[in-house]
């Protein structure tokens, strides 16, 4: 059996295989580059590897040749010259025969005709859904340990950018100060497009920083994260600029309470789609259950949306290493919008929350 790397990969890969094993398959050309990373540990932006019973091995063009031999030591790596991809054709059929399953989350039908076109008569493809994203929902000791750094620094982040949030700043300032921060002061990347949005444009969930300038009794909701060592953290925090109004009161400790008991409920065996109805029902009995209209939260690791999260259609069942984020929100058009979010580990008898910034109501 060819060696399968060194360290985390190695350990990956044998959980590919027993995976690979469970379903009756012999070969999986990995082909999406996020999985590529959790399986090899390679962090370019192209390559293929090839995981079966009894073979490993990264394929990388040369703009990635000395980079993959030392990120993944241990690990067979072909060198692809052509841009067409006879080579890799060439590779796989020298690696194998038979069945070769595909990831057909990610392959585009285009990819697929061709791989099949040129491989006819000696591989048979067999598309795949799910197979490594399944295994990432589960992260080890070494995720673990970066994701925890990721979230110290979004905590960080949130407690400084507080401190000069004040009148006069714009949306698109903000978020280039919390951009700046992650970045030059925590050594990090950005996980996502960072949300910085105020006012009536707070109850755009999703909405981008604008020029509009904060204002005096404006709500804000900041949503950002930080990729460390390529995982990311997902956070979310409105604050209010000067004394709260009444049903700025009201409505954030209603997300408050159904974040709370969404959070607290937490452990191994729970299905997402009853952890969501925690969150919900709260939400509901206030009388904002039209104002929710998100799912509560999704895994978040390699990528900051990574795999299935809670929402009323979530079956979903909560193991001990899924790292999940948990962001209720009220979105009122033409007032604004409150939303908090946390990322939560689960653990063998309940939860940790990763991220910790303060979660009542801040009046800047
Ligand atoms: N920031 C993206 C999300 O919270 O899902
Ligand atoms: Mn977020
Ligand atoms: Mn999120």
Redesign the pocket.
Known sequence: MTQAGTGFAARRIERLRASLAERGLHALLITDIANIRWATGFTGSHAYALVSADDAWLAVDSRYSVQAAAECPGLPINHLTSSAGENLIELLTASMSGELAIESDTMTVAAFADYESRLAGRITLRPESGLIRTLRLIKDADEIEHLRHACRIVDEVFASVCDRLAPGISERDLMLELEWQIRKDHDAEVA?PS?AVSGPRSAMP?GQPSARVIERGDLVTL?F?ARWNGYCS?I?RTVVIGPPSAMQQTVYAVVQAAQRAAVDAMKPGLLGKDVDALARGRIAEAGYGERFGHGLG?SVGLE??DGPGMSPSSDLVLKPGMVL?V?PGIYIPEWGGIRI?DDVLVTDDGHQVLTDAERDLIAL
Do not use: A, K, L
């Open positions: 996502f949300i999703h949503d994260g997902d979310t999704h900051v949306h984020t962001e979010e």
